[in-house]
């Protein structure tokens, strides 16, 4: 595939660090995408573009919302750290020229917010994923830890245990978790706590 086009856009519009890690959660997509069946040139421009729309002012954040029918219905949908996922999507589509309906939908729901039951599980949490694990983040001991359920396969354990790490993760840095977040840590816990069996991972909850 020829990035030249994509890279060109983001180096553009986005900070070198951010290039940077955006660079690296495209690689894990890459590693990602033939243990779980995904289309390797979708995963690809999804780990590329995730973050796109993330250095967007909030005013221009806020208008895409809009545009988008996007309901900023509690405090934290009008924050970056979640608004910055269907903005890059947004990003993505209009000014990159990405069509892939997964890789869309992966990119508007990496920052834990959308409704309805998405076409690809499995697509939206190897981007959570590849988002939380590309080497340049971090939180190293969680990333180590998560790292061999993912390569495995068991993508239903590691969404339970990645959300019962970053809950408290997120306070401990004075952040608030959105309330789709806390949903989405019960329904895993329910499904997954003390060794049951969980669902399928096309029929995990995002
Ligand atoms: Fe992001
Ligand atoms: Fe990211």
């Known amino acids: 595939m020829n990035d030249t086009p994509y890279l060109a856009y983001l180096t553009q519009h986005l900070s070198p660090g951010r290039l940077q890690h955006s660079l690296g959660v495209m690689d894990v997509m890459d590693a990602l995408a033939p243990i779980y069946g995904l289309d390797p040139a979708a995963a690809h421009l999804a780990g590329l573009a995730h973050d796109a729309g993330k250095e967007l002012p909030l005013k221009r954040m806020l208008e895409i919302a809009q545009a988008v029918n996007f309901p900023l219905a509690t405090p934290c949908d009008q924050d970056p750290l979640y608004l910055h996922g269907p903005c890059s999507a947004y990003v993505a589509q209009h000014e990159m020229g990405i069509a892939d309906p997964l890789a869309l939908e992966a990119i508007f729901r990496h920052s834990y917010v959308g409704d309805g039951a998405p076409r690809s599980p499995v697509f939206c949490w190897c981007l959570r994923f ?52 806390r949903a989405l840590q019960r329904k895993l816990a329910d499904l997954f706590a003390n060794g049951k069996n969980g669902v399928p991972n096309d029929q995990l909850p995002v």
């Open 130 to 181: 590849a988002d939380m694990l590309e080497p340049g983040r971090d939180w190293e001991a969680a990333r180590n830890h998560l790292r061999p359920i993912i390569f495995a396969g068991r993508l239903g354990q590691a969404a339970h245990e990645m959300m019962a790490w970053l809950i408290p993760f997120l306070e401990s840095v004075g952040a608030t978790p959105h309330p789709a977040q």
